[in-house]
């Protein structure tokens, strides 16, 4: 099982950028398509973009689509998550997700997690 850690997290005004990261160990990168998903509180986990392992192919939820960037970076073993225009509703437990499989989507979270990291939106 590999070993996903997130960073980048933290507290930003409404309408501000975030960058987060995920470095994946214990396996080979390339052979994991990443995904990222969210958790507010009180509402349950739900998908926020997908990637596929060459990084041709994305794939957003409608709240996020136009504002945020799915990337990864194979050399470094790196997925991220470019987010802009960033809202209230934004905020959120960050968690990386990644599978051998699949593309990480809504209907098919994949198989790994990381830990995830908060992103908090407010004035």
């Known amino acids: 099982q590999v070993q996903l850690v997130e960073s980048g997290g933290g507290l930003v005004q409404p309408g501000g950028s975030l960058r987060l990261s995920c470095i994946l160990s214990?396996?080979?990168?390339?052979?994991?398509?990443m995904g990222w998903f969210r958790q507010a509180p009180g509402k349950e986990r739900e998908f926020v973009a997908g990637i596929s392992w060459s990084g041709m192919n994305t794939y957003y939820s409608q709240s996020v689509e136009g504002r945020f960037t799915i990337t990864r970076d194979n050399s470094a073993s790196t997925a991220l998550l470019e987010m802009n225009a960033l809202e209230p509703e934004d905020t959120g437990v960050y968690y990386c997700?990644?599978?051998?499989?699949?593309?990480?989507?809504?209907?098919?979270?994949?198989?790994?997690w990381g830990q995830g990291t908060q992103v908090t939106v407010s004035l």
């Open positions: 997700n990644a599978d051998r499989n699949t593309v990480p989507s809504k209907r098919f979270p994949g198989e790994d």
């Open positions: 214990g396996g080979a990168f390339s052979g994991y398509a």
